[in-house]
């Protein structure tokens, strides 16, 4: 068959069979499709939700947390070729079969990883390439439109029960990365099963990225309610074409309308950054002011008069501060969870180490969800495996308009 045909039939073969297939499905249907391209024995893993291993997709569902029945229906991120290749975001090889060529290629919608492809080939040119990056991108696409109404991909992702706080929170909250070529948003959320009260927020509108981070009072089903609330009404009014200040006022309305006077409240961080110009604005509502990382240096506290936290309906005056950003700048939002986990001695993690981790992963290389994926990973380790608090994270980083930054490279290793 010619190469460019048995790629074509690929790719409409996924598509036309995807329309009536649910994620059950698609193990079977990519193995009967790649077949066409010359690419065999595909098996497709996910990520847990947090990115701890990598857990394969079978044709039966999964049971409630369901323990995997074979060592490889479940594979460490820390210490395998799979896990390389879903932290570097790029073709890792691997011991083929049956005499032929084996990878493990990432799985990312836009730049959120999802997880891996195994795939094995006959051959390792160039033309072998081209096909996995286009079956795993049509795959992940396919991933990402089933997995909001499928339970078998919740439980999939799950290795633990979650409370209702924080299933209330994962449903609302929006993919961990996004990344064009003027900006990249990356973010976490810790404990993953059992988040209460805080919540990030971040929306695209032509030149302009909102994005937001609220830390609600408590850390049980009702802060989650307060936040959840607080970014429904941040992103409703937003929206309708509120400024900062007036999306700040109608989250206290909100809560307000909701809890009463002070009796939940939140204190939250709303922010803008405009992508061509690269000025960043942004309202303090009770929060910790938000940091700069510039050329690998922790060079500024972006420090801007706080007003009363939303909820509480204090009546101080709100400021509107703006900083003038540069190309590689790293914007940095975050909730008291990760500054104050402390160790056995009672010493806390602390903002310098927070800003020191940022930049040394900076210095290696990394990209921005795997810098972070790793800072959740030294916090939590820190602490013992068990966070008190909730600890969330956004990261925002400006390259400067039309510079291409984060890429999935064409090398394999």
């Avoid at 066409?36 to 497709?44: F, Q």
Wanted: a negative charge; hydrophobic letters at 45%.
């Amino acid at each position: 068959m010619d190469i460019a045909v048995g790629r074509v039939r690929m790719l409409e073969g996924l598509i036309g069979g995807s329309h009536l297939s649910a994620l059950e499905q698609l193990p079977s249907l990519v193995e009967e499709c790649a077949a066409h391209a010359g690419l065999h024995e595909v098996l497709i893993y996910v990520a847990d939700l947090r990115q701890e291993v990598l857990r394969l997709v079978t044709g039966h569902g999964v049971h409630y947390y369901e323990e995997p029945e074979l060592e490889a229906d479940e594979l460490r991120i820390e210490g395998t070729l799979a896990g390389r290749a879903f932290q570097e975001m790029r073709i890792i090889a691997r011991p083929g079969g049956n005499g032929g060529a084996g990878w493990w290629v990432p799985l990312l919608v836009g730049t959120e990883r999802l997880g891996v492809l195994r795939v094995n080939a006959e051959s390792m040119d160039e033309r072998v390439h081209e096909d996995m990056r286009a079956l795993a991108s049509l795959v992940a696409l396919l991933i990402a439109s089933k997995r909001t109404h499928s339970d078998s991909y919740a439980r999939l992702v799950r290795t633990r029960p979650m409370n209702v706080a924080a299933e209330m929170q994962w449903n609302l909250t929006p993919p961990l990365t996004f990344a064009n070529e003027e900006v990249v948003v990356g973010a976490v959320l810790e404990p993953a099963y059992e988040i209460g009260g805080d919540a990030f927020d971040y929306a695209l509108a032509g030149d302009v990225v909102n994005v937001a981070i609220f830390d609600a009072m408590g850390h049980d089903a009702s802060a989650g309610l307060t936040a959840s609330l607080a970014v429904a009404a941040c992103r409703n009014s937003r929206r309708q074409g509120a400024d900062l200040i007036g999306a700040g006022t109608a989250v206290e309305h909100a809560l307000i309308e909701e809890f009463g006077r002070a009796n939940r409240f939140a204190t939250a961080i709303l922010a803008q950054l405009d992508v061509r110009s690269g000025v960043f604005s942004w309202v303090n509502r009770g929060h910790h002011p938000p940091i700069v990382i510039r050329g690998g240096r922790w060079v500024a506290t972006l420090e801007c008069a706080p007003a009363h936290p939303l909820g509480l309906d204090l009546d101080l005056p709100v400021q509107l501060c703006q900083e003038q950003l540069e190309p590689g700048d790293r914007v940095l939002l975050y909730t008291d969870g990760i500054t104050e986990a402390r160790n056995r001695d009672g010493e806390e993690f602390g903002l310098s180490r927070f800003a020191d981790f940022i930049i040394r992963r900076n210095a290696d290389g990394l990209p921005v969800p795997e810098t972070l994926r790793r800072l959740v990973r030294s916090v939590l380790e820190y602490h013992h495996g068990k966070l008190q608090d909730d600890a969330t994270v956004l990261l925002l980083e400006w390259h400067g308009a039309g510079q291409r930054k984060l890429q999935l490279s064409d090398a394999p290793a």
